[in-house]
């Protein structure tokens, strides 16, 4: 089970050290992989911070080029080079604030494997792709767009746009239908199974209802992962959930 926590564009770095100061009070389970996504200037402070614990840290985004004159972007080359393991690309606010292509993400995608980075790669329908019933083809097409047809192992999370920062999330049995049609268009393009996150609203109301889901592989915490006592008590429920399963 995977616990990926978005910290977007939050927290300074007394709220970091703060946070951390209760979360390595926490019983980690060898059952579940957790990474944490800060903003990139404290990516450095935050590896240093979890040295010796089995926290993992990832970036929020890079680029599709290792160097060059590429002003204000990340080289993945050099995320790996400070410690990062995962990155997280084509979140919906970067396809929607940044008007990032799936094109754009898949050849990010492509150059973060090549680097030993494993990407978490973000598709997600709006309320009106929702509304229309469409959002099944909308999700085909971001994934036959965004994904690259390689060996190395990544990850696809499924954040629908009008989930999140909302409070409201797919019913359970939308979830599974989702998430059963990510595996089937990813593996009809990879020949191989794909792990699936669920994003979206994530909360310690209602991750014990997300996690009786059997095909979500995991969780994309965003809002709910800033707070440190939100934050422990859904990793209590992902504990408790792996331990019993």
Known sequence: MFIAANWKMNLKKSDIKDFLYFLKKNDFSNKIKLCIFPQSI?????????????VLVGGQNCYYELSGPFTGEISPECLKDIGCNYVILGH???RTHFKES???VKMCAETALKTSLTPIICVGESYEDRM?????????N????????IEENFYIAYEPIWSIGTGSIPTNNQIFKM??????IAF?????????????????????????????????IGGASLKIKDFLAIYGSVAKHVNNN
């Open 132 to 140: 229309n019933n469409e959002e099944l083809n909308f999700i085909e």
């Open 42 to 54: 404290y990516l450095s402070y935050l590896i240093d911070l979890l040295e010796n614990t089995s």
């Open 179 to 184: 998430h059963d049609h990510i595996k089937k």
């Open 188 to 220: 009809s393009i990879l020949k191989k199974d794909i792990k699936v996150l669920y994003g979206g609203s994530v909360s310690p109301n209602n991750i014990d209802e997300i996690l009786k889901v059997s095909n979500v592989d995991g969780v994309l």
């Open 102 to 104: 799936s094109t754009h």
């Open 142 to 149: 971001q994934i036959y767009h965004s994904i690259p047809n």
């Open 92 to 94: 919906s606010e970067r």
